[in-house]
């Protein structure tokens, strides 16, 4: 069993960087993927990236490419994921979740979710 727990979330401007991380208790949380979703306001929830359990390798979204960065901190049960350069259109509740076994980009996967994270970017 994993609990996952998300902050960092706020209102920004365009072009302003913002820190989420995912604080995860539990045993064993070195042995999961996590993965970040976002789901925009009226619309479905989307993957942004996912992160192995050692942290060696990740998956991005095209569209967070090259401005977000996701990292993880096993030691402290952490997982970060920096953005930077966010449009308006980064804005959305931003969930990260769990799973044994390697990084994914379908949510299905995913066993535990936490609560979410807003995250607004104005124009």
């Known amino acids: 069993q994993v609990h996952l727990v998300e902050s960092g979330g706020g209102l920004v401007q365009a072009g302003d960087s913002l820190r989420l991380s995912c604080a995860a208790s539990?045993?064993?949380?070195?042995?999961?993927?996590v993965g970040w979703f976002r789901q925009p306001p009226g619309k479905e929830r989307e993957f942004v990236a996912a992160?192995?359990?050692?942290?060696?390798?990740?998956l991005y979204a095209d569209s967070v490419k090259g401005r977000f960065t996701l990292s993880r901190d096993n030691a402290k049960n952490t997982v970060i994921l920096q953005m930077g350069s966010l449009k308006p259109e980064d804005t959305a509740a931003y969930y990260c979740?769990?799973?044994?076994?390697?990084?994914?980009?379908?949510?299905?996967?995913?066993?535990?979710w936490g609560q979410g994270t807003q995250v607004t970017v104005s124009s």
């Open positions: 979740a769990a799973r044994r076994g390697v990084e994914l980009r379908h949510q299905v996967a995913y066993n535990y």
């Open positions: 539990g045993r064993a949380f070195s042995n999961y993927a």
């Open positions: 992160i192995g359990w050692s942290g060696g390798s990740t």
